[in-house]
């Protein structure tokens, strides 16, 4: 009787350590599965994400002069010049916040609404906007990438 | 070597009073000392404490004319140095000022008469608005030096009291006929040499633009005495310039000042369109409750249009007919040039009709609104059709199909806006929602100016990208929703995960104690 | 498992090498007091230290991704919570850890206060606590600035203007901190090294102070015990309470930071991006800083521009400075304490500070507000509703303690009492009414001590 009694707890015993091991080992898992996917860095952008064009967005840029690239919540007009450079601007006119495009016959960029007019700097030329267009400094990479870095200020 | 010292001692003291005694300011004269420590009622100062500081802060020279002008016995009174004092002028302004016996003479309340005393502030309920000192040094002529005498005539060195004004200010019936006043402004306004000399920017065209202007044609032709000259707008001795918030012609002032005749009925009684109608007064109170009222008036966006914009300053007449989409196509290029390649172009010239005016109004521009394209009571393409059009059935589909087309896209938009920003506060990323919601407003807004094409194409053309991103915006959208169950499916997870250890270690706790 | 060779096991092992029997003998029978005495506020230093271990491990985790810097620092967090796997997550619970650590040490702090854990033989246990509390206070508002976006931005020109008043070296003070007279990307890289390398440091070395002051002293037994009582042994009884404690803790962590991820959307405990800092931008409209710090922003809205010849904040920084001055003396305050005798007294006070604190933490988070918050009649009535709320705790914590522990002296709960009723029902100005009730309870206190030659313990063998 006492053997039985003595055997039951025994296996009792061990099912409790084999729970609390097994749970243990399982939590800690748990925990683990969510640092080790968020240590891996993503393949596209840096931490802050200077944004890399994609390919859509390239080919885009090629065959219209410009595109607009969203970057960390904002859109970003990329445009190419006469000259074959790639200049960036905010992308929202700062009257009442429609979304400019570039005129490559006229070399200026335009905003539908009320036909404001902005140099290729983001200034403005005519039209009721109160304030240029910030800058973004856009660099083209060895393999023909483009990526679009922090904004600048205005005067740099 | 005490007696070397002693002497080197001495040279250094007398230098030092040289250089101290150089420094003196140019001393008071009596007559000016004794205005400016006089005092009035009571005992108190006539020239407060900072009337004085700023006479301390001017400069020698400035200083000198003062003097001068004390002595001179042009400055007599303590009050009228006092008013002086109290403009605070800029030293160039006051250079001007005082060499001018014109101004000095003028601003003396003790030789002047209310209808010809300037002063800082009304000096009676009669003085008239004219009379303002303010206005007078803020004037852009003052400012330039052309003060009493380059409109009045005289010379303001002289303090002799005589006014000999340039030929072109009649002596008598001034009031009557007003027609002098143009050719008065004009001899140096449109004299684009002498103009050269102060401001070459200055156009110099103003009276011959003006001379075939309904006013001028009022004026020059029909002599009504009602009918406005230079001064009526740009005022008499306070003129500023537009750029200036106190000028009577501010964008943001310009609709009080053609309002002041042109709301008034009693000032319009009686006038006339081409047509024969009698010219309305509603404008301005149509023009505040506007568009582009509320832009300019509440919000003080200075890129909204005010009264000259569309009408023209000097020349301002009432918009021409085949001119009005020229004049609102200024700003709004895309609509104008959608709808000059439309049908509606022809139909509307064809109708003798307002292009832009016709469906949007003049004056009373209210924000366009979907419900315009539609069947209801605020349609007006409909209302158009059934009366003009009727052998165009298919416009009334067209108008229906932008209609929904238009709805759906903005309700969605709405909508989605909201649960975007639903799904941002638990947490979860919607930058790509919000780019595809962009797009979608893009669309919204060139299917809107579409319209002016009246064409299905082009319409279709601008909309489709529009119908494409609400598709994907719902896609992003249940993707997101489904993250977020993820993560509490997650959350879940662990929570059983930690209770089960949670479990397990009470129940060893228990039975190590028990 | 023990070998009685001595070399084959791994505690045999390091024992042969580093002598470590004597130190699992001690941790063996290491105990924690029990009595008739609930346990549980014994626990609360273990939840702060938790907390804090949680916060090091996301902390090390943010810092992987964060980069300080004027165009960086916004946009790096922006991608972590939003592109990152799990950077919402790691965030969202090193914001909540934040504030959970920061209500366990207050209650850790308070609930020893009452208990009187500080007297001798462990003055310094709690002047190491005293430095730690200060410590855990300048994470807080250093890490509020990390992430540069507009709240941070005012909360921090607001918060660090007021060391502006310090006598002599406030405005170097100023400059100092702010590493020049505004707050720009130089005050964001003092605060990021602040955070990440001079606090933390700091706070490692205390912590082993104040733990090996524990583990040397053990835990406080309660008041009165002759002898130390019978005790719970830490090993393995309170130990794995300890940790079941922290399992449950890690739990509501996570159901909060699903949940909730940013914030209960209380002001002062609200941590959504929003927009990035602007400098040229106008302030926030009702800004407020950290809930912890609402009590001192408030009193220092409750003393006019000038005072006595002195600038009122400089004199609201007197104030509290003596105030916390004091609060760090306690130990050596306290002579009943000392004796080893209840003392109801100093009970009072740290009850009298609980109600000063809560008055003006509810102020400041204008409870009761009507629509024109700013305007004179709105404070009134907010002043009103919060007197109302504090009395109302008041009376309730005053009921508990006579009923249930037999506490007769009120002195100093009287007077915060009061001076929150002369404030806020009577229309004093806090001052004043502060001036009256100070004056009244030195003059009771005065007159008890001297009456009774020392601060009774009362029927019922209270605190």
């Known amino acids: ?156 | ?514 | 498992m023990s070998d009685p060779g001595g070399g084959r096991s791994l505690r045999g092992w390091l024992d042969s090498r580093y002598q470590i029997t004597p130190l699992i003998e001690f941790l063996r029978h290491k105990e924690v007091p029990k009595g008739q005495h609930s346990m549980v506020w014994y626990y609360l230093g273990g939840t702060t230290m938790f907390f804090f271990m949680v916060q090091v491990v996301t902390g090390v985790l943010l810092l992987m991704c964060y980069q300080p810097g004027e165009a960086t620092a916004y946009e790096s967090i922006r991608y972590l919570t939003t592109k990152v796997p799990f950077g919402w997550l790691m965030r969202s619970i090193h914001c909540w850890s934040a504030h959970l650590m920061i209500i366990s040490l207050v209650a850790h702090m308070f609930s020893t206060m009452m208990l009187k854990a500080y007297r001798p033989p462990r003055e310094l246990t709690w002047v190491t606590g005293y430095i730690l509390f200060a410590l855990t206070l300048g994470f807080g508002f250093s890490g509020y600035l990390l992430p540069w976006n507009k709240l941070a931005f005012f909360a921090t020109s607001v918060g660090t203007d007021l060391v502006k008043s310090v006598p002599v070296v406030g405005n170097w003070l100023l400059q100092v901190l702010r590493g020049g007279p505004d707050v720009t990307a130089n005050t964001l890289y003092r605060f990021f090294a602040l955070h990440v390398v001079i606090l933390p440091l700091a706070f490692m070395a205390l912590i082993g102070i104040h733990l090996l002051f524990v583990q040397r002293q053990g835990m406080a037994p309660p008041l009165g015990a002759k002898t130390a009582p019978r005790g719970m042994k830490f090993f393995p009884s309170f130990a794995l309470r300890d940790v079941l404690l922290w399992l449950f803790c890690f739990m509501v962590l996570l159901v909060l930071a699903v949940f909730l991820p940013y914030g209960p959307g209380i002001p002062g405990m609200d941590w959504e991006l929003g927009q990035k800092a602007d400098a040229l931008a106008p302030a926030f409209p009702g800004i407020k800083p950290e809930w912890y710090f609402l009590w001192e922003y408030q009193l220092l809205k409750e003393f006019p521009p000038h005072l006595f010849g002195l600038e009122g904040p400089q004199l609201c920084l007197l104030v509290v400075t003596l105030l916390l001055a004091i609060w760090a003396v306690i130990p050596w305050l306290d002579r009943q304490a000392q004796r080893d005798e209840p003392s109801p007294g100093f009970s009072d006070f740290g009850w009298g500070a609980i109600l000063f604190l809560t008055f003006l933490t509810l102020k400041a988070w204008d409870i009761g507000a009507t629509e024109n918050v700013a305007s004179a009649a709105s404070i009134k009535i907010i002043s009103r509703t919060c007197a109302w709320w504090t009395l109302g705790a008041g009376a309730a914590i005053i009921g508990v303690r006579v009923l249930i522990h037999g506490h007769r002296w009120f002195f100093l709960t009287g007077a915060a009492l009061l001076h929150v009723a002369l404030h806020g029902l009577f229309g004093l100005s806090y001052l004043a009414a502060g001036a009256i009730a100070a004056i009244l309870a030195g003059a009771c206190v005065t007159a008890n001590l001297l009456r009774n030659d020392g601060i009774k313990a009362n029927a019922g063998g209270a605190r």
Request: overall charge positive; some cysteine; proline content about 6%.
């Open chain 2, 1 to 514: 070597m005490k007696t070397f010292s002693l002497i080197v001692y001495q040279l250094v003291c007398i230098a030092a009073l040289a250089i101290a005694a150089a420094d003196q300011p140019a001393a008071i004269a009596p007559k000016l000392a004794g205005l400016l420590a006089a005092q009035g009622k009571e005992g108190k100062p006539v020239i407060s404490p900072e009337q004085r500081d700023y006479f301390e802060g001017l400069n020698d020279h400035i200083k000198g004319l003062l003097n001068n002008a004390a002595e001179t016995e042009i400055i007599t009174r303590p009050d009228h140095l006092s008013s002086i004092l109290a403009l605070g002028l800029r030293p160039q302004k006051m250079e001007v000022f005082l060499q001018d016996n014109c101004v000095l003479c003028h601003t003396d309340p003790e030789v002047q008469k209310p209808e010809t005393l300037f002063s800082i502030t009304a000096v009676s309920n009669t003085s008239p608005a004219h009379l303002n000192l303010h206005d007078l040094v803020d004037d852009v002529h003052f400012r330039r030096g052309l003060s009493c005498a380059g409109c009045h005539g005289g010379d303001p060195a002289s303090d002799k009291l005589e006014h000999s004004f340039v030929k072109e200010w009649p002596g008598t019936g001034r009031d009557k006929n007003r027609g002098w006043v143009l050719s008065f402004c004009a001899r140096c306004h449109s004299d684009s040499t002498l103009m050269n000399q102060f401001n070459p920017a200055l156009p110099t065209d103003q009276l011959a633009k003006y001379k075939n202007s309904p006013h001028g044609k009022l004026l020059l032709e029909t002599k009504d005495p009602r009918a406005p000259d230079c001064v009526s707008c740009h005022g008499v001795h306070g003129i500023r310039g537009a750029k200036n918030p106190l000028s009577k012609i501010y964008p943001k002032r310009v609709h009080e000042t053609c309002g002041a005749c042109h709301a008034n009925p009693a000032t319009m009684a009686g006038l006339t369109l081409p047509d024969g109608s009698l010219i309305p007064t509603n404008q301005l109170a149509e023009y505040r409750a506007s568009v582009h009222g509320r832009a300019l008036l509440e919000r003080g966006d200075l890129g909204a249009p005010t009264c000259n914009n569309c009408h023209g300053n000097h020349a301002a007449m009432p918009v021409g007919l085949s001119s009005v989409s020229q004049s609102c196509g200024l700003c709004h290029a895309g609509n104008a040039s959608l709808f000059d390649g439309s049908k509606h172009k022809q139909a509307f010239e064809a109708h003798k009709w307002p292009q832009c005016g016709q469906c949007h109004g003049h004056h009373g521009i209210a924000k366009t609104r979907d419900s315009m394209l539609a069947a209801g009571p605020e349609a007006l393409c409909t209302k158009c059709h059934q009366q003009y059009a009727k052998d165009h059935p298919e416009c009334n589909a067209s108008a229906a199909y932008f209609h929904t087309s238009i709805t759906q896209m903005d309700q969605a938009w709405n909508g989605f806006g909201v649960t975007a920003e639903q799904l941002a506060m638990k947490g979860l990323d919607v930058d790509a929602i919000q780019d595809k919601l962009n797009e979608l407003a893009d669309s919204l807004k060139q299917s809107r100016s579409h319209i002016h094409s009246f064409s299905k194409n082009g319409f279709e053309r601008v909309a489709l990208p529009g119908e494409k991103a609400v598709q994907s915006i719902s896609s992003l959208i249940q993707e997101a929703k489904a993250e977020y169950r993820l993560r509490q499916l997650g959350l879940v997870a662990s929570i059983a995960l930690i209770g089960l250890v949670m479990l397990s270690l009470y129940l060893k706790l228990r039975r190590l104690e028990g």
């Open chain 1, 1 to 156: 009787m006492s053997n039985n009694t003595s055997a039951q707890k025994k296996t009792r015993r061990s099912f409790l350590d084999f729970l609390l091991g097994a749970s243990s080992v399982a939590w800690l898992a748990s925990v683990l599965y969510p640092v080790i996917r968020y240590l891996k860095p993503l393949p596209r952008a840096g931490a802050v994400g200077p944004t890399r064009l994609t390919r859509e967005e390239l080919a885009k840029l090629e065959k219209d002069h410009f595109v607009i690239v969203p970057v960390s919540g904002k859109r970003v007009l990329v445009l190419r010049n006469a000259a074959q450079e790639v200049l960036a601007v905010d992308a929202k006119c700062t009257h009442e916040g429609c979304t400019v495009q570039y005129l490559a016959a006229e070399s200026a960029i335009w905003c539908a609404c009320h036909n404001a007019r902005f140099d290729l700097d983001g200034r403005v030329l005519s039209g009721p906007p109160p304030r240029p267009l910030p800058k973004y400094a856009a660099e083209r990479q060895e393999d023909g990438g483009i990526l679009i870095v922090a904004e600048r200020r205005q005067n740099e």
